[in-house]
């Protein structure tokens, strides 16, 4: 898996590509809390899954961990571009229903 | 002349590794090319690779929490399904139906999803476990389609 984080104003941008799955999602969440804990003011998350191809209950979990650490601040978290390989477990899980996908990092950008 | 009541397996693979959280890649992507020769669609290759990943997390994770040990896998094809064998000899469940609650899990950060995952993208799967002497889940799927589009039809020049 690899990771590219960007920072625009209040928002992180993840952009992750490869599989999200156990030894990934230590990974995934090392580098997302240090950028959480180093950027105070951040309060939204938008993950781009478009390279993404391989999700299970690991990468799920570390998905939903990060949810609640920006619910916390009070912010707002954004799933973009879910390959249909993958959209099945976020189906089955009901994370859908509480993490919003959107069409682009845009739309995302744009959403509260 | 059978020996025994169960079919002989038409293929099978074995796989012995240790319970590192890298080797769970391996796992699927071996299980999902060995699956391949029946013809699953993409879609249910797919479904393979999520259910293998789970069964072998759960015996990096829950099998063996605090060591290495040895994961036992095994696929066979037997009577035009795909049948597989995700074997520990960790540390055991104590409470198995406790831990086939759907929203069951040790750990905060983890979603209890494994099981139900297994549950719903293979036909049928079991699980047996004696506490400190390991886990056996056993998992089978039969292709849903003819075979008129399979994974072969669909990427004749692509490996999984």
Request: proline content about 4%.
């Amino acid at each position: 898996m690899k990771l590219q984080l960007e920072k625009i104003g209040r928002t992180l941008v993840a952009r992750i590509s490869g599989d999200l799955d156990l030894e990934s999602a230590s990974l995934f969440r090392e580098k997302i809390d240090e950028a959480l804990l180093e950027y105070e003011m951040i309060n939204r998350l938008v993950l781009n899954l478009a390279e993404v191809d391989f999700v299970d209950s690991s990468g799920l979990g570390v998905i939903l961990g990060r949810y609640k650490k920006i619910r916390s601040r009070m912010g707002s978290m954004f799933l973009v571009q879910v390959n249909p390989s993958v959209s099945k477990v976020f189906e089955l899980s009901g994370l859908f229903k509480i993490i919003p996908a959107k069409d682009s990092e845009q739309e995302a950008l744009q959403s509260s | 002349m059978p020996e025994q009541s169960e079919s002989r397996p038409d293929n099978f693979v074995q796989l012995t590794f240790l319970s590192k959280p890298e080797n769970v890649a391996f796992a699927r992507v071996a299980i999902a090319a060995f699956a391949a020769q029946l013809p699953f669609t993409l879609e249910e290759i797919d479904e393979i690779k999520v259910a293998t990943s789970e069964a072998v997390s759960n015996c990096v994770i829950h099998g063996y929490p605090d060591s290495l040990g040895i994961v036992s896998l095994k696929a066979d094809l037997v009577d035009g399904m795909l049948r597989l064998e995700v074997k520990d000899d960790g540390v055991g469940i104590a409470d198995l139906a406790a831990a086939k609650e759907p929203t069951f899990s040790t750990d905060p950060e983890r979603m209890g999803l494994g099981l139900v995952f297994m549950e719903s993208f293979m036909d049928e799967m079991q699980i047996e476990s004696e506490p400190g002497r390991g886990t056996i889940v056993v998992m089978t799927k039969r292709p849903t389609s003819s075979g008129q589009e399979n994974v072969h039809a669909q990427q004749p020049d692509h490996e999984l």
